[in-house]
């Protein structure tokens, strides 16, 4: 991980303009970081989708499309604690299916604690868990002939440009057979009143957030970053529907990076894009999987009708 750590954050550092890749928000205080973020007042992202999860279960099981004596594998992209699968998992033990779970995520860390909560809580849940970028570990869609579900939830989809958003969804749709399904849980476009805060919170843990990217550049690849010379910015471009996160330099400094080999010069006010957010509607959705099998089979929404489940199928 620290030789590829090194190299996307030279490309990404050494670029004009400045980007930093947003899966390397995730060590253990960046876990622990968006874990806070999920119970602020102003993100609404994760308490939206858990109403889905948690109001919803037996009609979200049903549009599984799975029957009870048939195993199949429920397969989770950046599964992060699995709060809102949690209520999926144990719905589906108590109709009796046979099903493995098989979460997928970056972090060791949120794995270990994912597998030491279900134990716990589900201890008759099968489980397999994978370590690693779901970007590279897509065959973990086929390591068995078994009918498939993936979750991909979080809006996480929301991270990656719509380019990038359909030539993954291509990659996913490569890796499955016909009668498999995706869930695909997205934040709806909405005003810039109710976005933006969800990512500029008044008790500064998204900018906490933002800035241990910093930290762990100091840590891991023996950056000198003052994090005080740094500020969380984040903007919505409420007309297209896409937040982004920035760290902004306030002052013109020259950062070295013991690990890169490299100096890296900051003017006062210039920006490191770190992450966008996308929000979506069903139009977007369907420019996204034009070029796929996937066809939208059922649309799950939150009593406010912030945030969809986008039940997806693979024809
Ligand atoms: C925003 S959290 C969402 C967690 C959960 N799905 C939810 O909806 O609450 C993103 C999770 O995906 C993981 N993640 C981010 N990028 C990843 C990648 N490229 N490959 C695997 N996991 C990734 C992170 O470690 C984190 O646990």
Do not use: C, W
Request: hydrophobic share 40%; no cysteine.
């Amino acid at each position: 991980m620290s030789d590829e750590f090194a190299k996307d954050v030279a490309e990404g550092l050494l670029a004009t303009p400045k980007t930093l890749p947003s899966k390397y928000f995730y060590d253990a205080a960046g876990d622990d970081l968006f874990i806070q973020i999920m119970d602020l007042p102003e993100y609404y992202l994760t308490r939206a989708e858990m109403e889905i999860f948690r109001d919803q279960t037996d009609a979200l099981i049903q549009a599984l499309g799975q029957v009870p004596d048939q195993p199949f594998e429920l397969i989770e992209l950046g599964a992060g604690d699995g709060q809102k699968t949690f209520y999926l998992l144990k719905g589906l033990l108590a109709a009796g299916y046979d099903f493995t779970y098989v979460p997928v995520d970056i972090s060791s860390n949120v794995l270990e604690h994912l597998q030491r909560y279900l134990a716990d809580k589900l201890p008759d849940l099968n489980i397999r868990t994978e370590q690693g970028d779901y970007f590279k570990r897509l065959k973990v869609l086929q390591e068995t002939d078994l009918p498939r579900v993936i979750l991909y939830l979080g809006s996480n989809l929301g991270n990656l440009t719509d380019d990038k958003s359909k030539a993954f969804m291509e990659k996913i749709s490569r890796r499955l057979t016909a009668g498999d399904r995706l869930i695909l849980g997205v934040d709806k476009k909405k005003s810039a009143d109710i976005v933006l805060p969800a990512y500029n919170d008044s008790a500064g843990i998204t900018s906490a957030f933002n800035l241990n990217l910093l930290t762990r550049i100091n840590r891991e690849l023996g950056g000198e970053f003052d994090l005080a010379q740094f500020r969380h910015a984040p903007e919505y471009d409420e007309e297209n529907g896409i937040a982004t996160s920035f760290i902004e330099s306030t002052a013109d400094q020259d950062i070295k990076i013991g690990t890169i080999g490299k100096t890296v010069h900051f003017g006062k006010g210039e920006k490191i894009k770190v992450e966008i957010s996308r929000k979506y509607d069903l139009p977007i959705i369907r420019k996204i999987i034009a070029d796929t099998p996937f066809e939208i089979e059922t649309v799950f929404k939150d009593s406010r009708s912030y945030y969809l489940d986008i039940v997806l199928l693979r024809d």
